[in-house]
């Protein structure tokens, strides 16, 4: 059976331990050689960035989030074991893990370290698939003779690059398909490297709970329970009319996943559909004054991401959750595709202006829709606002300032209210 030691890339006949560098770090599959669907999967990966960035958090359990009301980003795999998952309200996961440092997210360092593994997958393959800034699909078919190995010695290659080279780690699932990549990811993580080959699909998957199925929620889970599904094994026994019948597209889509099929390409230019940024406070507030400064915050965040991604919005929403977790949300159409803080803040700043009523209110998120490659941005002036392109300018150098000195190089007053 064909191994690969991860510590130093030789390719060998199964054993426990690498001939050449005696290292126990080995992978060994029937079908390694010759499967070239992967999906990457950073560990933990915003927090894994923060404890790069200061040793001194190397064993503390770390939270990325926001305050007591917020919500959990990821947490660190020493926050993980005490049972803190990402999504998770803080209050539940500091009454868990009461010692964890608490680290509000750094989305322009996370986009920074994210393009950089990006750099690292396109000089394997182009068939590139980003799901977020922290995993990918890739389809390194045909890439063997270009780099004269097989795509699982490229894929180990990676993740030593990117624990080397930037401090990160990210765990390896292979396999025939994209469904199975991504759950072979999970099977072994932090820093992991599993296979799921074509010959052991159907025994791998027999009695695995649907809810492995990634895009089967909460509702469509006790659907599905409510059918008599609870494991792949049971999907089986149903014929594919009937769940197309019960479920619509989502039944045909279930029967060939109960058999490990799955057709979908590798697609490298799946487009973004939003760009979001949400704050949720710890006491809920009116303040006209504190509002503002958050509107202002996100609008930053939300901007900052475009810029990073080269990318505009013509539509930008405001979210609002009232005390009593109702949601309002106000979104207005651009003439010109927005990308700047200034006009994405503007525009909410208006829409806020509009929301009768004055709260409290929990939550508040700005986001950017509809978009667009950046240079469809306006950069024309607006008649009615002789100053914009003043600010645009200032922007703009702002936004080479924090390039040279830090985010923190330079702050707008309005941020600090």
Not at 151 to 160: D, G
Not at 368 to 392: M, Y
Request: include cysteine; proline fraction near 6%.
């Amino acid at each position: 059976m064909p191994a690969l030691c991860r510590s130093c890339l030789t390719v060998f006949e199964s054993g426990n331990r690498c001939p050449s560098c005696r290292g126990p770090r080995i992978v060994s599959h029937p079908e390694l050689l010759t499967l070239s669907i992967a999906h990457m999967d950073c560990d933990a990966f915003y927090a894994s960035v923060e404890k790069r960035e200061n040793p001194d958090l190397a064993d503390k359990p770390v939270i990325i989030g926001g305050g007591r009301r917020g919500v959990v980003s990821t947490a660190c795999y020493v926050a993980r074991i005490r049972g803190v998952r990402s999504a998770m309200p803080m209050f539940q996961a500091l009454k868990l893990c009461p010692d964890a440092v608490v680290i509000p997210p750094r989305m322009a360092l996370y986009v920074e370290v994210s393009r950089a593994i990006r750099a690292m997958m396109e000089e394997l393959t182009p068939a590139i698939q980003p799901l977020s800034l922290d995993e990918a699909f890739l389809d390194l078919s045909g890439t063997e003779r270009l780099h004269g190995a097989p795509p699982a010695v490229m894929l180990a290659r990676l993740t030593k690059r990117m624990r080397d080279e930037l401090g990160v780690t990210g765990s390896i699932g292979l396999s025939h398909n994209k469904f199975l990549a991504k759950i072979a990811s999970d099977l072994d993580k932090p820093n992991g490297f599993s296979v799921i080959g074509q010959a052991e699909t159907t025994d791998f998957l027999k009695d695995k709970p649907v809810r492995m199925i990634w895009g089967v929620g909460t509702a469509t889970q006790a659907a599905l329970e409510k059918a008599g599904i609870r494991t792949f094994t049971d999907l089986l026994r149903w014929d594919k009319n009937d769940l197309r019948m019960r479920f619509g597209a989502m039944g045909d889509r279930l029967w060939h996943l109960a058999r490990g099929q799955d057709n979908r390409p590798v697609t490298p230019h799946e487009p973004i559909k939003s760009i979001s940024n949400e704050t949720t406070f710890n006491e809920d507030t009116s303040n006209p004054d504190i509002l503002d400064g958050h509107l202002w915050r996100l609008a930053e965040n939300v901007a900052d991401r475009a810029k990073a991604r080269g990318l505009a919005g013509r539509v930008i929403t405001l979210k609002l959750k009232k005390s009593d977790h109702r949601i309002l949300t106000r979104r207005q159409s651009q003439r010109e595709p927005a990308q700047l803080a200034d006009r994405i803040y503007r525009v909410a700043r208006a829409l806020y202006d509009q929301v009768p009523g004055e709260g409290p209110y929990r939550l508040i998120g700005v986001g950017i829709s509809d978009l667009c490659p950046e240079h469809e941005a306006g950069h024309s002036g607006d008649l009615l606002d002789p100053l914009a392109e003043t600010r645009s300018r200032a922007e703009r150098a702002t936004d080479e300032i924090r390039k040279r000195f830090g985010k923190d190089a330079i702050t707008k007053g309005r941020s600090l209210r």
